[in-house]
């Protein structure tokens, strides 16, 4: 273990370097072309067996340790966002209007440094460490149900993700057992009314007004409809109803997004926004269509495991503190590989404390603290030999990693 610990310090700039590599050249999510050639190349210099094209677009590769063992799995995504960068890096995105603006660029180049470190150990591994590198997270239906259909699994016995989390310190491992982040469903709402002049509303249904409406009574969902002691988010992001200044809207398109962690609640929220919805419009004597999309489940973490990595991360160089941490209502499709094979999803603090203002994921003005990177993939490469030493995860075993 502190042959994993220096070696992945040796290699931090590497990582560094990889990161800024990456984050000057964004891609989309299923637009992935250079980054997956990238990530290739890099584990076919290592020696390791390597599948390009898994589920579209991912890349997965593989390397067997010189002793038999069970077979971990450790993912990192590598889309970027459709944002203009508004940082003043030097290494900021060469691509106009594609940003990565959510750390997976440093997820990517923390993936990469740790499979070089490991490959360094091969001899010394018990057993056989899996690197998925997944495409699109960040557009739905995402990569990682079809990596998992293209068989990115087969044989893993455990997997490890974690996500560069910009406005937690760095040092900060934040970990939770069951639901960590939400279910991510979007629904859209055309109501259509009858336009006409602005001076004479008495002739027409507005559809801006019913719209409104509309939105205002969604608001009451959360509050009345859902239990308390569960989560949920009904959030309208887009009201669309472009017309001339005197001309009232025949036709309005609201656009938003639901979270919940509770399938039930998941499926209440689906049926109550359209009676909403169809309630608001008869009493308006309008008409309406909705449609409701399916996205990521909730990504729901195994006990055991999440157990198990917290009990390591305490001892490992660089974490400062082992925090169990509230839900996130953000979603990710991490959740897939959970449904499939034990596992958990943790946060690595990426945030400088001396930062004036931290700004979001997904914002034109997101940065990461890249000591973080070295964070997480000591987090990672600690998990992962804990694992295969110990051949389980039991988190009640003496765990030594120093």
Same mark, same amino acid.
């Given at each position: 273990?502190?042959?994993?610990?220096?070696?992945? %310090?040796?290699?931090?700039? %590497?990582?560094?370097?990889?990161?800024?590599?990456?984050?000057?050249?964004?891609? /989309?999510?299923?637009?992935?072309?250079?980054?997956?050639? $990238?990530?290739?190349? +890099?584990?076919?210099?290592?020696?390791?067996?390597?599948?390009?094209?898994? *589920?579209?677009?991912?890349?997965?590769?593989?390397?067997?340790?010189?002793?038999?063992?069970?077979?971990?799995?450790?993912?990192?995504?590598?889309?970027?966002?459709?944002?203009?960068?508004?940082?003043?890096?030097?290494?900021?995105?060469?691509?106009?209007?594609?940003?990565?603006?959510?750390?997976?660029?440093?997820?990517?180049?923390? /993936?990469?440094?740790?499979?070089?470190?490991?490959?360094?150990?091969?001899?010394?591994?018990?057993?056989?460490?899996?690197?998925?590198?997944?495409?699109?997270?960040?557009?739905?239906?995402?990569?990682?149900?079809?990596?998992?259909?293209?068989?990115?699994? %087969?044989?893993?016995?455990?997997? $490890? *993700?974690?996500?560069?989390? !910009?406005?937690?310190?760095?040092?900060?491992?934040?970990?939770?057992?069951?639901?960590?982040?939400?279910?991510?469903?979007? $629904?859209?709402?055309?109501?259509?009314?009858? *336009?006409?002049?602005? !001076?004479?509303?008495?002739?027409?249904?507005?559809?801006?007004?019913?719209? !409104?409406?509309?939105?205002?009574? /969604?608001?009451?969902?959360?509050?009345?409809?859902?239990?308390? /002691?569960?989560?949920?988010?009904?959030?309208?992001?887009?009201?669309?109803?472009?017309?001339?200044?005197?001309?009232?809207?025949?036709?309005?398109?609201?656009?938003?997004?639901?979270?919940?962690?509770?399938?039930?609640?998941?499926?209440?929220?689906?049926?109550?926004?359209?009676?909403?919805?169809? *309630?608001?419009?008869?009493?308006?004597?309008?008409?309406?269509?909705?449609?409701?999309?399916?996205?990521?489940?909730?990504?729901?973490?195994?006990?055991?495991?999440?157990?198990?990595? !917290?009990?390591?991360?305490?001892?490992?160089?660089?974490?400062?503190?082992?925090?169990?941490?509230?839900?996130?209502?953000?979603?990710?499709?991490?959740?897939? +590989?959970?449904?499939?094979?034990?596992? &958990?999803?943790?946060?690595?603090?990426?945030?400088?404390?001396?930062?004036?203002?931290?700004?979001?994921?997904?914002?034109?003005?997101?940065?990461?603290? %890249?000591?973080?990177?070295?964070?997480?993939?000591?987090?990672?490469?600690?998990?992962?030999?804990?694992?295969?030493?110990?051949? &389980?995860?039991?988190?009640?075993?003496?765990?030594?990693?120093?």
């Amino acid at each position: 273990m502190e042959k994993l610990f220096a070696k992945l %310090e040796e290699h931090y700039e %590497e990582m560094v370097e990889i990161r800024r590599h990456l984050h000057q050249n964004p891609e /989309l999510s299923f637009e992935e072309v250079e980054t997956p050639k $990238f990530i290739a190349a +890099y584990h076919e210099k290592l020696g390791h067996e390597v599948r390009t094209g898994v *589920g579209g677009r991912g890349v997965v590769a593989k390397l067997k340790g010189g002793k038999p063992g069970k077979t971990v799995a450790l993912r990192a995504d590598f889309d970027a966002l459709p944002i203009q960068e508004e940082t003043d890096l030097p290494f900021k995105s060469k691509v106009d209007g594609v940003m990565h603006a959510c750390g997976h660029d440093g997820h990517t180049a923390t /993936l990469l440094g740790l499979a070089k470190v490991l490959n360094s150990m091969q001899d010394e591994l018990e057993g056989t460490v899996v690197f998925i590198h997944q495409h699109a997270e960040e557009l739905q239906p995402g990569g990682a149900i079809s990596m998992i259909e293209d068989g990115c699994l %087969e044989g893993v016995d455990v997997i $490890f *993700g974690t996500h560069l989390w !910009a406005t937690s310190p760095v040092g900060e491992i934040g970990y939770r057992s069951g639901p960590i982040m939400a279910a991510a469903d979007r $629904f859209t709402v055309t109501i259509k009314g009858e *336009g006409g002049h602005g !001076a004479q509303p008495h002739r027409t249904k507005d559809a801006v007004v019913i719209g !409104a409406q509309a939105v205002t009574n /969604l608001q009451q969902l959360v509050s009345r409809r859902v239990d308390p /002691l569960d989560s949920a988010v009904v959030s309208v992001g887009a009201f669309e109803a472009i017309n001339a200044f005197n001309v009232i809207a025949d036709t309005v398109k609201l656009t938003g997004t639901v979270r919940t962690f509770n399938e039930d609640v998941r499926d209440l929220l689906e049926n109550e926004i359209e009676r909403v919805v169809k *309630g608001t419009c008869i009493t308006a004597d309008a008409d309406y269509t909705y449609k409701f999309y399916r996205g990521y489940p909730a990504t729901e973490n195994h006990p055991e495991e999440t157990e198990f990595v !917290a009990q390591v991360a305490q001892s490992v160089p660089g974490v400062t503190e082992v925090k169990e941490v509230p839900p996130e209502m953000g979603g990710e499709d991490f959740a897939y +590989y959970l449904q499939h094979v034990k596992g &958990t999803f943790f946060f690595t603090g990426a945030q400088d404390v001396d930062w004036d203002v931290t700004y979001p994921h997904h914002h034109p003005k997101f940065k990461v603290d %890249e000591r973080a990177l070295l964070v997480a993939a000591n987090t990672l490469g600690a998990a992962t030999l804990t694992y295969l030493k110990q051949g &389980t995860a039991q988190p009640n075993q003496e765990v030594k990693v120093k």
